[in-house]
Nanobody, 127 residues
Framework: QVQLVESGGGSVQAGGSLRLSCAAS????????MGWFRQAPGKEREGVAT????????IYADSVKGRFTISQDNAKNTVYLQMNRLKPEDTAMYYC????????????????????WGQGTEVTVSS
């Protein structure tokens, strides 16, 4: 089992920054893909950024490229999402997720590929 705990959400004005943290515990050796997803009210959960922790390979949704950065601290089993130049459309509940890369040996932005989820942290961006 793997437990994920997010922190760092909050309210910010457009153009501002926030950093989310996701601390993993339990059998983390099996969860080399870690990522961030978000879900706005009335919308489907969408992938924001993921990282293959073995190699540091990252992928991002087009909507956040150049503004968000996912990073890891392996010593702390923690993944971060630095969010800069935030926009009102970034408002959502942000979830940390983890799982193994699977047969493709790659991490994805597909929520269905992740079996472990945190409780979420809310991000609100006002205009």
């Amino acid at each position: 089992q793997v437990q994920l705990v997010e922190s760092g959400g909050g309210s910010v004005q457009a153009g501002g920054s926030l950093r989310l943290s996701c601390a993993a515990s339990g059998y983390t050796a099996s969860t080399n893909c870690m990522g961030w997803f978000r879900q706005a009210p009335g919308k489907e959960r969408e992938g924001v950024a993921t990282i293959y922790t073995n190699y540091g390979h990252t992928i991002y949704a087009d909507s956040v490229k150049g503004r968000f950065t996912i990073s890891q601290d392996n010593a702390k089993n923690t993944v971060y999402l630095q969010m800069n130049r935030l926009k009102p459309e970034d408002t959502a509940m942000y979830y940390c997720a983890a799982d193994s890369p699977g047969p493709s040996k790659a991490c994805t932005l597909v929520a269905g590929d992740f079996g472990y989820w945190g409780q979420g942290t809310e991000v609100t961006v006002s205009s």
